[in-house]
């Protein structure tokens, strides 16, 4: 009956009986690794590989379809290069062409469906102009590093009182300690990564 949509219709058939829906990760390769803290050269084969491991573990437990831009721009390719890695889409971008462009390419494309994972202000303005979820590269960086060591001991942190807030006034009411709605909301989102 619904033939060719099979795939469209098992995602919207997960979403009615409350089940999660996976959410497209968008990612701005160079930019995460630069918060991964690995050291070394970024732009290094072993570098990006390393990223593609632990992005494909996290995909395995997570369960988020997955794509990668890195620029590509400055080799003679004339044509966008893509391949799969482990059940992650890789995306090399076109000469002339930067990986900024395209990761706002694919945000336009997805839409509301995905998550861009970059600090670069104009992908990030882009993004959400889609109703895209942004998620800053440190943030995704240290998500993708939590799940990454599963199993160890966190470290306890040391209280310093920064977070000692001077008391609200009696004109104020509700209560002080609730975060606003926009960063309830966002923590809630946050949650699925």
């Known amino acids: 009956m619904f033939r ?3 795939s469209r219709l098992t995602a919207l058939s997960a979403g009615a009986y409350g089940l999660p829906m996976a959410t497209h990760l968008v990612i ?14 970024r732009h290094s084969e072993m570098a990006r590989e390393s990223l593609l491991r632990d992005l494909a573990a996290y995909r395995h437990r ?3 379809p997955i794509t990668v831009v890195f620029d590509g721009w400055q080799q003679d390719s004339p044509v966008e290069g893509r ?19 395209v990761i706002q390419r694919l945000a336009r494309e997805y839409g509301t469906d995905c998550a861009v994972v970059s600090s670069d202000r104009e992908i990030v303005n ?28 966190p470290h306890k942190e040391l209280d310093t009182g920064e977070d000692l807030q001077p008391r609200r006034g ?20 946050l949650k699925r990564f």
Do not use: W
């Open 126 to 153: 882009t993004a959400r102009s889609q109703g895209a979820f942004t998620i800053t590269a440190q943030e995704f960086a240290g998500r993708l590093g939590r799940s990454n060591t599963m199993g160890t001991i």
């Open 28 to 41: 701005d390769g160079y930019n995460l690794l630069a918060h991964c803290g690995r050291g070394g050269d």
């Open 62 to 64: 997570k369960g988020h």
């Open 83 to 101: 391949e799969h890695r482990s059940g992650v889409q890789v995306i090399y971008s076109k000469r002339g062409e930067k990986a900024d462009q």
């Open 170 to 189: 009696p004109e104020k009411k509700g209560n002080p300690r609730k975060l606003p709605k926009s960063q309830r909301q966002r923590n809630r989102q």
């Open 4 to 6: 060719g949509k099979s």
